[in-house]
């Protein structure tokens, strides 16, 4: 083989890697890696929710037999887990999730926090952590609970009006 031809060989190869080097990130953000499901109405264990706009969700994050969900609101992560039977009070059950956002590392409870559901009032707790805020809002109605956190690198009021408006959609007693 000449040299030529192996400096040709050698060129078409570095090219071919560096497509591909630069063309996957490329193709990763032009493929968006979540849903928008605003408007769309889900089911876990007797509460229904119907997302509000421009709320979005990765595939996959929707688990109604397990009684879990997760969206995204703006960049904040919103965790929904509901189960059935529960048969403590809204205080009780936000104490419960308040003990365990405490043994976290890097995690500080700040303030209470007023929580609405659909007609159910609920108890909650605003934290922060070393990389952003959340807050915490446990529900209970009849034997079922709800317990929603949220989280983020920064929630600004706009944000977290608009996972106030996302967790008033909560509607208990749908089975």
Not at 8 to 34: R, Y
Not at 35 to 55: I, N, Q, S
Not at 66 to 75: A, H
Not at 114 to 125: K, P, S, Y
């Amino acid at each position: 083989m000449t040299r030529t031809k192996s400096l040709a060989i050698a060129t078409a190869v570095t090219a071919v890697v560096l497509l591909f080097a630069l063309a996957v990130p490329l193709l990763n953000k032009a493929v968006s890696p979540t849903v928008d499901v605003g408007g769309e109405t889900f089911t876990l264990a007797g509460v229904t929710l119907t997302a509000p706009d421009e709320v979005r969700m990765r595939p996959g994050f929707y688990q109604p037999e397990s009684g879990r969900i997760e969206f995204l609101v703006g960049e904040a992560e919103v965790d929904i887990a509901v189960a059935a039977p529960y048969d403590f009070d809204a205080e009780y059950l936000a104490e419960e999730m308040s003990r365990l956002l405490e043994v976290q590392p890097g995690v500080q409870l700040t303030e209470p926090r007023d929580c609405a559901a659909d007609g159910v009032e609920g108890a909650g707790r605003s934290f922060v952590t070393e990389t952003g805020a959340g807050f915490a809002c446990a529900f209970v109605h009849d034997t079922i609970r709800a317990e929603v956190t949220a989280t983020g690198a920064s929630l600004d009021s706009a944000t977290v009006d608009r996972i106030d408006a996302l967790i008033a959609q909560l509607s208990f007693g749908t089975v």
